[in-house]
């Protein structure tokens, strides 16, 4: 088979993966998909968010890895009063294209992600940006920025859940 | 507070009557529109704004509607033009508003293209203080520096963070909420709902940097006069201007303590242990909050019904910021604050829950702000002194309205 059509295969299964896992708030196991040094991204909608530096713009979430731990903790927790209980997620993924740069795997793809939760139901539209490398064989997730695709975070009040 | 205040439909169309109509609105700030040529256009109390710099580097807040048929004249968030065409009929308007080209001019009268009505509309009044610019819809009343009262000195106390000016960090913030606007008034500056309702970030600061800092959530709060307050208070969360914590690395130490030195030398010690070691969440009313915490937000919210509000958030930082601590400010300012943050969410839950809670209607009429009143010796950053002197303003200005 077409080398770069198996690793399209390859991405679209992490990334199927991915989606399954935040839609069932296994978030360990999401966390665990990532590599160590690993960041998630989600710009605002009134910069290019393809291009947008977070050291530089204000963006909604810039988080290293130690911010995602700790976001998954807190979400862990009856205090996070935004997502307790926990919302009804799922995550829509497709249009998955991918290039390699050397040891880079990057893959752009679109999503849409529900958010339902006391008679409320939100979409988040946008695409995601996924920088992947291989590690021992797997595949692990180093960035993911979510662009959205949309005006303005509006009737959104929140990304209390993970994009 | 009767709870009605957040649920009727006639208190929200007479707000825009008594207190959008008559007080003075943030606009925007000096450091958005750096160039002359520069705009930019935004809603303020649902009216579209057209924000402008003409060529001699002077600022118009101009009515965004042209005044043929009305339509929007300038459809884009922002940019640089010396000239703004109607795509309707080609109208073309300056910075400043004047009817610069009139397409099929023969069929007007002589003196048409410059006669007043033809013109775009100026916001009544457009004032700045410092580089913070407002707008007033109404033409009457106090100037601005008179409205701000004891504010002022606050809107100083952060632009002096800075030797070369305070800029607006690129980024909005564009969300919304699910509940009466002057609910994120209360919350903005409620010093009572940290320990409930943001437990998980004060655990996040802990976990993140090894162990809670030091210096315990402690203060007071103070009536401005005019509707605005504020509290003032220390905190255990690292303050990009000089509170340095451990999750910024040493290297960080050095630059910190460099940066406290130099504001030191600029406005003596007094100001910089208040500039660098104290945290303020101020609201100026009726809807501008500037919070100096682990980073500065300048927010505004409007209502566009009883049950619903937009917010506009923007970081605001020094000028010479080096590039490894404006890092730091953006990761501090999204730890806590906005949609994504550790903090904010938990507030959006408090506000919407608020507004459902409203529902139950029946015998349960009134909110309770009386947390403090009792106290001889001042009220604490904890207390509810400035939602009372808040609310006060609100009321003093909807009963000159007639219901």
């Known amino acids: 088979m077409d080398e770069m059509l198996m690793l399209r295969l390859r991405v679209e299964d992490l990334l199927y993966l991915e989606a399954d896992l935040l839609d069932r708030w296994q978030l360990d196991d999401w966390l665990a998909l990532y590599t160590e040094d690993a960041h998630y991204y989600i710009p605002p909608s009134d910069v290019d968010g393809d291009t947008a530096d977070p050291e530089s713009s204000l963006f909604y979430i810039m988080d290293d890895r130690i911010r995602m731990e700790q976001r998954v903790i807190r979400l862990s927790k009856v205090g996070a009063h935004s997502e307790f209980p926990h919302s009804k997620v799922r995550h829509l993924v497709s249009n998955t294209r991918v290039e390699r740069a050397g040891d880079l795997i990057r893959a752009r793809s679109s999503f849409v992600v529900w958010r339902s939760k006391d008679v409320t139901s939100d979409a988040f539209v946008g695409h995601y940006l996924h920088e992947i490398v291989e590690q021992d064989g797997a595949l692990k997730i180093a960035k993911k920025t979510c662009v959205l695709d949309m005006e303005a975070l509006r009737p959104h009040a929140r990304i209390s859940i993970i994009l | ?222 009536d401005l006069k005019n509707g605005h307050a504020l509290v003032e208070y220390s905190a255990p969360w690292g303050r990009p201007i000089a509170n340095w914590v451990p999750l910024w690395g040493e290297e960080g130490k050095t630059e910190i303590a460099a940066i406290y030195a130099a504001l030191q030398a600029r406005v003596g010690a007094e100001r910089a242990d208040r500039i660098a070691h104290k945290n303020r969440n101020m609201v100026i009313f009726p809807n501008l909050v500037v919070n100096d915490i682990m980073a500065i937000t300048v927010r505004t919210f409007f209502p566009t019904a009883p049950d619903y509000m937009e917010v506009n958030a923007w970081a605001l930082a020094p000028r010479e910021e080096s590039e490894w601590l404006r890092k730091f400010r953006l990761y501090n300012f999204t730890e806590f604050l906005g949609p994504g943050g550790f903090a904010t969410p938990d507030d959006v839950e408090a506000i919407e829950k608020c507004q459902q809670g409203y529902a139950v209607g029946g015998e349960a009429l009134y909110n309770d702000i009386s947390k403090g009143m009792l106290r001889e010796d001042g009220a604490s950053f904890d207390d509810e002194e400035q939602m009372r002197a808040y609310w006060r303003e609100w009321d003093r200005r909807m009963n000159q309205v007639e219901s």
Not at chain 2, 34 to 48: I, K, M, Q, S, W
Not at chain 2, 104 to 123: L, N, R
């Open chain 2, 1 to 222: 507070m009767p709870r009605a205040a957040f649920t009727s439909r006639d208190v929200f169309e007479r707000e825009y009557e008594a207190i959008f109509g008559n007080c003075w609105l943030y606009l925007g700030h000096a450091s958005e529109l750096p160039e002359p040529g520069n705009f930019l256009t935004r809603t303020v109390a649902r009216r579209p704004i057209l924000f402008t710099r003409d060529k001699e580097g002077e600022f118009s807040a101009l009515l965004n509607a042209c005044p043929h048929r009305g339509a929007l004249v300038c459809r884009e968030r922002k940019g640089k033009s010396r000239a703004f065409m109607c795509m309707y009929h080609g109208w073309t308007f300056g910075s400043d508003g004047h009817l610069m080209t009139l397409p099929g001019s023969s069929g007007y009268p002589e003196g048409f293209k410059t006669d007043p009505q033809k013109q775009m509309v100026h916001a009544p009044r457009l004032e700045r203080f410092g580089d913070f610019f407002f707008i007033n819809f109404s033409k009457d009343g106090e100037d601005l520096a008179t409205y701000l009262a004891d504010a002022g000195d606050y809107l100083k106390l952060v632009a002096e963070h800075s030797a070369s000016g305070m800029q607006i960090v690129g980024g909005t913030q564009e969300y919304s909420m699910r509940g009466n606007w002057k609910l994120l008034a209360e919350n903005s500056f409620d010093g009572y709902h940290a320990a409930c309702n943001h437990s998980t970030y004060l655990e996040y600061l802990k976990n993140a940097n090894g162990a809670l800092g030091a210096t315990p959530l402690s203060g007071v709060a103070r």
